[in-house]
């Protein structure tokens, strides 16, 4: 059981490149989340699914879209990447309910130069 | 908007010592609280959550958090830390209304010394 898989696990991107980042969970969860986690700050939620077909914007939300075009799949595209940017990126899932723990996944690290 | 506070930085104890992190959230509704910890190079595991009831829970390893509604309190304790127990800890909280949007503290980082 593999749980949440994040690739890449490790990129550098240059400023104005693209990439996008997957997530695949195997547990049949109903949400999804992509958060990222900067030093002294935690973790602050980028976008977030509630289900297939479905996204909506969490905390810091610019310069990132995604997609979930599959229950188990949930895409995180940096258009034109920036220094910003650089950072490690969490993908998380859930079962669907306001006290259901969130399982992450092992993190991408994203660095722009 | 909910916020969560974690006052501790960063905690240094020798093996056997009593662990406290402190974690202090900002909502005036009902809550569930969570605690994660991330140890090095690895993501966030769940160590223990409170949703309703007792408001001593036990989790994982040894650890429990209390919570005090009064305070608007959820600190984690250990009565010994191991040198495994080196890591970074989050605390985490999300109204128990609609959609679970967990909002997250800084974090404390713990190192313990064999």
Not at chain 1, 70 to 96: I, M
């Amino acid at each position: 059981n593999a749980g949440v898989t994040q690739t890449p696990k490790f990129r550098v991107l240059k400023t104005g490149q693209s990439m996008t980042l997957l997530c695949a969970q195997d547990m049949n969860h109903e949400y999804m989340y992509w958060y990222r986690q900067d030093p002294g700050m935690g973790l602050r939620l980028i976008h977030y699914s509630v289900g297939e077909g479905t996204t909506a914007k969490g905390e810091v939300p610019d310069g990132y879209n995604v997609s979930r075009l599959k229950k188990q799949n949930f895409l995180l595209g940096l258009e034109s990447a920036a220094p910003s940017q650089t950072s490690v990126y969490f993908c998380a899932s859930s079962y669907e309910g306001v006290n259901q723990p969130q399982h992450f996944g092992d993190g991408t690290r994203l660095s722009i130069l | 908007a909910q916020s969560v506070s974690q006052h501790n930085h960063h905690v240094i104890l020798s093996e056997a010592a009593s662990l406290e992190l402190g974690c202090n959230y900002s909502y005036g509704g009902t809550v569930n609280l969570f605690w994660y910890v991330q140890y090095p190079g690895q993501h966030l595991q769940l160590l223990l959550k409170y949703f309703s009831g007792d408001p001593l829970v036990k989790g994982i390893k040894g650890f429990e958090a209390e919570f005090i509604k009064s305070k608007f309190s959820f600190n984690l304790r250990k009565p010994s830390v191991q040198w495994s127990d080196t890591a970074e800890y989050f605390c985490a909280v999300n109204a128990n209304t609609g959609f679970q949007k967990l909002v997250f503290g800084t974090g404390t980082r713990l190192l313990v010394s064999p």
